[in-house]
C-alpha cells in the first residue's frame, strides 16, 4: 500500500513538474521574442503608431550628470520643446552593469543610454543590443565632432553606437602642499604639467622620507578607475597597452614589466587590492596619499565632500593636475574618456525616434552647452547648430586643462575585443603581483586569457 | 508510524484528506513551485546547454559546462572558500555562542536581556549597513583597527586587500551577524534543562565537565541541530559581504558571487547562463548532501 | 569540590569581564555608525579617527536627504500592464527624498513578506503535520533540500519567470521568491505537529468544516510558531540584499539596503554619506527590535523548542 502510494506521488509530482517546466518553457521562449526586432515591430509598434510620449534613460555618472536635479533641468527643456517625457535613473559604476545586464536579460532595458565606447560600442552594440545611429550623422556633423572622439564610437563595420556627447583626458594629480613640504615640488614642471619618471622616483622618495607612508596607490580592488593605473605603468617607460591596431594585448612589454617591477620596489607606492579608483579619489582628497592616478577635469572642479573648494583637499591643500611621468618627460598620452548615449533596439520604432530626438537635443542643439557644461568635462565637437562649443567653461582652470591635456590624449584601445575580460584580468593581475606572485609569469598568464578573450 | 491509520482508512477518506490537504497546500505550493521549484528545474535543463543571454539557438552541449568547471581555477578557488566560510563559521558560531549562553542564562533578568539584545544587534542592523561599516573599519588608511596597531606600534594590516586576511575579516563580520539568535535559542535552552538529571549526575560523583557533556548537552541537541541548520543556511548568503567588500579580489570569491558574476558583470562571458547555471547546480548537489548529513544527524538523535 | 569552587568563582568572574569586553565589541560598529554620521567631513577624513565627533552636523543626512527624490509610495499591480506594455502603477504622496521612500519601501516589502508567508506556510504546515495525503513525503523532502538553497542558483531563471510575469522591477518580484522560500513550511510543520489528534478528531465529530477547525482550532494553537515566522521572515527580508540588487532597477524602487549600496559605488566615496544611509537603515529596525524585544526572544525560541 505504501509503496504503490509512494510511486503515485512520484509520478505525479513528475507530471506537475515537467508540465509546469513546459509551460514556463513557453514563456521563457516568449522572452527573447519581444527582443527580437521583426517579430515583435508590429506588435509593439501599433499601439503607438504616432509619436512615443515616454522614454527612458539611464545614465553612469559621468560628472554631473549623475547629479538628479542638473539632470532633471536638461530633461524638463527637452520636454518642454518636445513633449516627449523622460524617466532617467542613476547608474553607479560598480553595479551599472550588472543592471544593465539584468535589464536586458528581463528585456526592460532603457531607451536611452549615457556611456562611453567601451560598453555601448564593444558590448552592447557589438552583441546587437543598440541601434546603428550612422544615419543621425551628416556632413556638418562629420566635421563638427572632434575625430578623436568620433572613431572610438564607430565599430570596424562603420555602426555607430554611440553618439559623442563629452570628452575629457584622463590624467593624474598632486597634492602640492604635500610635495612642497617634502621638497618635492623641484621635480615638477608646473608650466607644462610635465614630470620625468626619473624625477617621479625622486618625488615619491622623497615624500615617502617626509611622510613616512604610502605617497601613491597603484588601486587593484577592482576595475573602478584602471585607466588609471594602466597610464601610469604605459607611460613610465612608454609600453603599450595592445597592439596598434587593437587586436592583440601587449602587457609583457618589457617596458611595462620594468614599470612594474619599478613601481613594486618603491617604498612610497603600495599595490593595494582594497581600493578602487573612487576610494583612492577619497583618500587623496582626504590628504592620506600624496598623489592620485585616477584623476579629471570633473575632480578638479569637485569642491569635495568637506566643501572646502575646488582644487582643494579637504583640509584646504592645494591639488595639482598632472601628467604622467614619462621616461623624457615629454607630454604623456592620455587614456580618453568619450561619453555620449547609445540607444537599445527594443523594437519600437516610435520609440527609436523619439531616443533620437533626444541625442540631438542634447548632443547636437543649441541646448547642447548646458549638456556638456552639466558633465563637467569638454564637448566632443566644436560647435552645435552654429553655437561654439570650444570655450564653455568661464573657468580659468577648465580652459588651461583644455590647453594642457587635452592634446595628449592618447590612443583609444578600449574598442578592442575582449575589453571588458581584459579589464578583469589586468586587475587581478595587479593583486597577485601586489601579493608577491611572480611577476612574469602572472603578466604572462593574464595576459594570455584577455588575448583568449580578444580572439575569440 | 504512519501505517496503521492508513491501513484502516478507508479509500474515500484517503481521497478526502488528499484533497483538503492540497487545498491546505496550495496557496503555499503556488510559491514554492512557482518561485523555487520551477527555476531549479529550468536551472538544471539550461546546465546542459549553452544558454545564453544574447539572442539564439540555444543548443544542448551535455557536460560540457561541468567540465569546463572543473578546469575553471576561479571556480575551484571560489568553491573552496565557499566550503571554507561554512566550515569554520558554523563550528565557531555554534561553539561562541554556546559558551556565552553558559555564561550568561544565570545572570539577573535585565542583565541577561541587555547582553542577549547586544549580541543580537548586529542581526537587526542589517547586512549592507552592517558591511559598509566594517568597510570603514578595515580601512587600510583610517581605518580604526589599523589605528589601533600603529598606536601599539605594530605594521598596519592592509585587511581587505591582502588574501591572508580579507577572507577570515569576511568570516569574522558573518560571525558578529550570526550568533545572536543562537545565543537567544541556547540560554532558553540551558533554561530549560531538567534539573532533577543534573542533580542526579551529580549525586553520582559526576564532576561539572560530565554533568554538562551527558546531561545538559545531550537534552539541547535539537536546539543545536536547529542552530547548525539556520547558521548554515545563514553562512551561504553572504553574498553582501563579498560584492560590497571585495568583489570577490584579495581570493575571497565564493560560488555564489561567481555565478552573479559569471551571469552579469560585463564581460565577454556575461551571459553565460549555461555555466552560470551549472555552478548553481553543483553548489545545489553539496548543499543538498550537507542537508541530508543533517536531516540523518537529526534522526539519529 | 572546596578547591572547584574557588575556580568556579574566579572562571565566573574572568567570563563575565570577557563577556563586557565582547559586548563592546558587537556594540562598535552601531556606535560608529550613529556617531559617524553626525561626523563632519574633516572628522571623517581625519588621519587619526576620532572616537568621538568634534562637532555634531547633520549635513550627512541633508546630503542623503537630497541626493534622489520619488513620490512617497507608488503600488504596483502585479502581472498588470498598462496600455504602453509597462507595469500598471499608482503612485501618489508627495515627492520626498529618495532615502524615505526607500524606507518606506523596505518596509512594505518585509510586512508583505511577513504576511503572505505567515498565511500560506501556516496551511502548509498544517496539512502536512496533519494530513495523511498521496505525495506527503515527496513533497516534505523537496521542502527540507531546498531550505539552504542560495537564491544565486536559481537567479537567471527567476529572472526570466519575473519578466514573463511582468513583475521585474517591481517590489513584488523580491516579495514573492521570499515566499516561496520553504522554511516557514517547514517551521510551521514542526509546529503543528505538537497539536494533538484527538483534538481535531473532536472537531470533525462535532460537524466543524476543514476550515473552521483550522481557523478556531489549529491557528490559536500554533500562534507563537507564527510569531516566531513572522519575526524570522521580517528580518530575512529586510536583509536579503540579494534578491533587491537583481529584481530592482528603478531608484524609486530601491530599498534602504540598495539605496546605501549604491551611494558606496558613486565614483567618490563619501563615508559621512553613507553612515547617514546606514544609520537610517538601521535606526528604525532596531527601535522597533528594543521595542518589541520579549517577543523576539520569545519567538525566535519557540521556534526552536519545536524545530
Redesign the interface.
Known amino acids: 500500500?505504501?509503496k504503490t502510494?509512494?510511486i503515485?506521488?512520484?509520478l505525479?509530482?513528475l507530471c506537475?513538474?515537467v508540465s509546469?517546466?513546459a509551460c514556463?518553457?513557453g514563456?521563457?521562449a516568449?522572452?527573447?521574442e519581444t527582443?527580437?526586432p521583426e517579430t515583435s515591430a508590429p506588435e509593439?509598434a501599433a499601439?503607438?503608431t504616432g509619436d512615443a510620449t515616454?522614454i527612458s534613460l539611464w545614465v553612469y555618472?559621468v560628472g554631473g550628470w549623475?547629479d538628479?536635479?542638473k539632470v532633471k533641468a536638461l530633461t524638463d527643456a527637452f520636454t518642454a520643446e518636445t513633449g516627449i517625457s523622460v524617466k532617467v535613473?542613476?547608474l553607479?559604476?560598480?553595479?551599472?552593469?550588472?543592471?544593465?545586464?539584468?535589464?536586458?536579460?528581463?528585456?526592460?532595458q532603457p531607451d536611452l543610454i549615457l556611456e562611453g565606447p567601451e560598453?555601448l560600442v564593444a558590448?552592447w552594440g557589438a552583441?546587437?543590443y543598440l541601434v546603428d545611429l550612422a544615419d543621425m550623422l551628416d556632413d556638418t556633423d562629420k566635421s563638427e565632432i572632434i575625430p578623436a572622439a568620433l572613431a572610438p564610437c564607430i565599430n570596424a563595420e562603420g555602426k555607430m553606437y554611440e553618439y559623442p556627447m563629452c570628452m575629457t583626458a584622463h590624467c593624474m594629480a598632486i597634492n602640492l602642499d604635500a610635495f612642497k613640504a617634502a621638497g618635492a615640488d623641484q621635480y615638477i614642471d608646473l608650466e607644462t604639467r610635465t614630470w620625468s619618471t626619473d624625477n617621479f622616483i625622486k618625488a615619491v622618495e622623497a615624500l615617502y622620507a617626509e611622510f613616512g607612508s604610502?605617497v601613491g596607490a597603484v588601486y587593484?580592488?577592482?576595475q573602478g578607475g584602471d585607466q588609471g593605473t594602466r597610464a601610469l605603468i604605459n607611460n613610465m617607460y612608454g609600453g603599450t597597452f595592445t597592439n596598434a591596431d587593437h587586436t592583440a594585448y601587449t602587457w609583457d612589454d618589457p617596458k611595462n614589466i620594468q614599470a612594474i617591477e619599478q613601481l613594486l620596489s618603491m617604498d612610497g607606492i603600495?599595490f593595494?587590492?582594497?581600493?578602487q579608483g573612487?576610494?583612492e579619489?577619497?583618500?587623496f582628497?582626504?590628504?592620506?596619499?600624496k598623489m592620485a592616478f585616477c584623476w579629471n577635469s570633473a575632480?578638479q572642479l569637485?569642491p569635495?565632500?568637506?566643501?572646502t573648494g575646488e582644487g582643494k583637499t579637504?583640509?584646504g591643500e592645494e591639488i595639482v593636475y598632472m601628467n604622467f611621468p614619462t621616461a623624457d618627460g615629454s607630454p604623456a598620452e592620455l587614456c580618453g574618456g568619450i561619453w555620449g548615449f547609445g540607444i537599445f533596439d527594443k523594437g519600437d520604432a516610435a520609440k527609436i525616434e523619439a531616443a533620437k530626438k533626444f541625442i540631438k537635443f542634447m548632443c547636437d542643439s543649441p541646448s547642447t552647452a548646458d549638456a556638456v557644461s552639466t558633465s563637467t568635462f569638454f564637448a566632443a565637437r566644436t560647435s552645435a547648430e552654429g553655437t561654439d562649443l570650444t570655450k564653455l567653461f568661464d573657468n580659468e582652470m577648465m580652459n588651461d586643462y583644455a590647453a594642457l591635456m587635452l592634446p595628449n590624449l592618447g590612443d583609444y584601445y578600449n574598442v578592442i575585443?575582449?575589453w571588458?575580460?581584459a579589464r578583469?584580468e589586468w586587475?587581478?593581475m595587479l593583486?597577485e603581483i601586489?601579493?608577491g606572485d611572480d611577476m612574469t609569469e602572472t603578466i604572462a598568464t593574464h595576459m594570455a586569457n584577455a588575448n583568449a578573450?580578444a580572439a575569440? | 508510524m504512519a501505517k496503521q491509520p492508513q491501513t484502516t482508512m478507508s479509500r474515500a477518506l484517503v481521497r478526502r484528506e488528499t484533497i483538503s490537504g492540497y487545498l491546505f497546500l496550495l496557496p503555499s505550493l503556488i510559491f514554492f513551485l512557482g518561485f523555487v521549484i520551477i527555476p531549479m528545474v529550468i536551472c538544471i535543463f539550461n546546465s546542459f546547454t549553452n544558454a545564453n543571454m544574447h539572442p539564439g539557438d540555444v543548443q544542448f552541449v551535455g557536460l560540457k559546462n561541468f567540465i569546463d568547471l572543473w578546469q575553471d581555477v576561479t571556480f575551484l578557488k571560489a568553491l573552496k572558500n565557499t566550503f571554507l566560510i561554512v566550515i569554520v563559521s558554523v563550528p565557531t558560531v555554534c561553539a561562541f555562542s554556546l559558551w556565552v549562553a553558559s555564561a550568561i542564562y544565570k545572570l539577573k533578568g535585565p542583565v541577561l536581556s541587555a547582553f542577549r539584545c547586544i549580541f543580537y544587534l548586529p542581526v537587526v542592523t542589517g547586512s549592507v549597513a552592517v558591511t559598509v561599516v566594517w568597510k570603514w573599519m578595515y580601512d587600510n588608511y583610517n581605518g580604526i583597527f589599523n589605528q589601533i596597531l600603529k598606536g601599539v606600534g605594530a605594521d598596519t594590516i592592509n585587511w581587505l586587500g591582502d588574501s591572508r586576511f580579507a577572507i577570515w575579516c569576511i568570516i569574522l563580520i558573518l560571525f558578529t551577524t550570526s550568533v545572536g539568535q543562537p545565543i537567544v535559542l541556547y540560554v532558553s535552552a540551558l533554561g530549560n534543562v531538567d534539573q532533577s538529571l543534573v542533580e542526579a549526575a551529580q549525586v553520582d560523583g559526576a564532576n561539572h565537565f560530565q554533568v554538562f557533556w551527558r546531561v545538559k548537552w545531550a537534552q539541547m541537541m535539537p536546539t543545536t541541530l536547529y542552530i547548525l541548520v539556520i547558521t548554515t543556511i545563514n553562512s551561504f548568503q553572504c553574498f553582501a559581504l563579498i560584492q560590497l567588500l571585495t568583489q570577490g579580489g584579495s581570493d575571497t570569491n565564493t560560488v555564489m558571487f561567481y555565478i552573479y558574476w559569471t551571469a552579469f558583470k560585463l564581460t565577454e562571458q556575461a551571459g553565460h547562463f549555461g555555466y552560470a547555471n551549472a555552478m548553481g547546480v553543483v553548489l545545489a548537489i553539496f548543499i543538498g548532501l550537507l542537508s541530508a548529513v543533517q536531516f540523518r544527524l537529526a534522526k539519529e538523535k | 569540590m572546596k578547591i572547584g569552587s574557588g575556580r568556579t568563582k574566579a572562571y565566573r568572574i574572568a567570563s563575565i569581564l570577557i563577556l563586557i569586553v565582547l559586548a563592546l565589541l558587537f556594540l562598535f560598529p552601531l556606535y560608529w555608525i550613529v556617531t559617524g554620521s553626525f561626523k563632519s567631513a574633516q572628522d571623517i577624513y581625519a588621519a587619526e579617527p576620532k572616537l568621538f565627533p568634534t562637532e555634531w552636523v547633520t549635513t550627512n543626512f541633508e546630503k542623503l536627504f537630497a541626493k534622489r527624490s520619488a513620490p512617497l509610495w507608488e503600488l504596483h499591480v502585479p502581472f498588470a500592464q498598462d496600455a504602453n506594455g509597462d507595469p500598471l502603477v499608482f503612485s501618489t504622496g508627495p515627492i520626498v527624498p529618495g532615502a524615505i521612500r526607500w524606507l518606506v519601501n523596505t518596509v512594505f516589502m518585509s510586512v508583505m513578506a511577513m504576511i503572505l508567508t505567515c498565511i500560506t506556510a501556516a496551511m502548509a504546515g498544517y496539512a502536512l503535520a496533519k494530513k495523511r495525503f498521496v505525495g506527503r513525503t515527496l513533497l516534505f523532502s523537496l521542502i527540507v533540500c531546498a531550505m539552504a538553497l542560495p537564491k544565486q542558483v536559481i537567479l537567471i531563471p527567476l529572472i526570466k519567470e519575473m519578466a514573463a510575469l511582468n513583475l521585474v522591477n517591481s517590489l513584488w518580484a523580491v516579495i514573492f521568491p521570499t515566499v516561496g522560500w520553504p522554511f516557514g513550511v517547514f517551521l510551521m510543520k514542526q509546529f503543528c505537529e505538537g497539536i494533538p489528534g484527538e483534538i481535531l478528531e473532536a472537531a470533525r465529530v462535532d460537524g466543524a468544516n476543514e476550515a473552521k477547525t483550522f481557523i478556531t482550532i489549529v491557528l490559536p494553537m500554533v500562534k507563537p510558531g507564527i510569531g516566531a515566522l513572522a519575526i524570522f521572515t521580517f528580518i530575512n527580508s529586510w536583509n536579503d540584499y540579494f534578491m533587491q540588487l537583481v529584481m530592482l532597477s528603478s531608484n524609486s524602487n530601491f530599498t534602504i539596503s540598495l539605496g546605501i549600496a549604491t551611494l558606496q559605488a558613486e565614483t567618490t566615496v563619501d563615508m559621512g554619506l553613507l553612515m547617514a544611509g546606514a544609520a537610517l537603515a538601521a535606526i528604525p529596525i532596531i527601535i522597533v527590535f528594543l521595542i518589541f524585544q520579549k517577543y523576539f526572544t520569545k519567538g525566535i525560541t519557540m521556534g526552536a523548542v519545536k524545530g
Open positions: 500500500m505504501k502510494h509512494r503515485l506521488a512520484l505525479l509530482s506537475l513538474v509546469l517546466a514556463s518553457g514563456t521563457g516568449g522572452t527573447p527582443s527580437a509593439t499601439p503607438s515616454s555618472p549623475g538628479e536635479t535613473e542613476y553607479a559604476y560598480a553595479d551599472g552593469d550588472d543592471k544593465v545586464n539584468t535589464a536586458i536579460t528581463a528585456g526592460n560598453r558590448n552583441n546587437g604610502t587593484c580592488g577592482g603600495a593595494d587590492a582594497s581600493l573612487g576610494d579619489i577619497a583618500k582628497y582626504q590628504g592620506a596619499l575632480q569637485n569635495n565632500n568637506a566643501d579637504v583640509t575585443k575582449g571588458a575580460a578583469t586587475w587581478n593583486q601586489g601579493n578573450a575569440g
